[in-house]
């Protein structure tokens, strides 16, 4: 079946980084805009920022510009987002997904999701 796959979560302290991947797996996703969202318990899933199907186009949440970047490898298939100056308020579930249609930061718009990795920022 089709599905993405998170990885590279762990507990770091602040100020640290790190690098989570996001791999296809059931059919290619290079032809996909994609986006990364993060979700604390008890809450809704928010955005952090989405790239484009050719990674020539990014955007970013307000509270990550400067600190995250995502890129894309399309021959790898695969999807990165490097989390640089890390705070405790990033601590959360991180989930890649795959852009249908429908604004960018709206997590209704994409249709495929992975199953999250844990990033815990300790202070």
């Known amino acids: 079946q089709v599905l993405l796959v998170e990885s590279g979560g762990g507990l770091v302290q602040a100020g640290g980084s790190l690098r989570l991947s996001c791999a296809a797996s059931?059919?290619?996703?290079?032809?996909?805009?994609m986006g990364w969202f993060r979700q604390t318990p008890g809450k809704g899933r928010d955005f952090v920022t989405h790239?484009?199907?050719?990674?020539?186009?990014?955007y970013y949440a307000e509270s990550v510009e400067g600190r995250f970047t995502v890129s894309r490898d399309n021959a790898k298939d695969m999807v990165y987002l490097q989390m640089n100056s890390l705070k405790p308020e990033d601590t959360a579930v991180y989930y890649c997904?795959?852009?249908?249609?429908?604004?960018?930061?709206?997590?209704?718009?994409?249709?495929?999701w992975g199953q999250g990795t844990q990033v815990t920022v300790s202070s």
């Open positions: 997904a795959a852009h249908y249609s429908g604004a960018y930061y709206d997590p209704a718009s994409y249709d495929y």
């Open positions: 059931g059919r290619s996703f290079s032809t996909n805009a």
């Open positions: 790239i484009n199907w050719n990674g020539r186009r990014t």
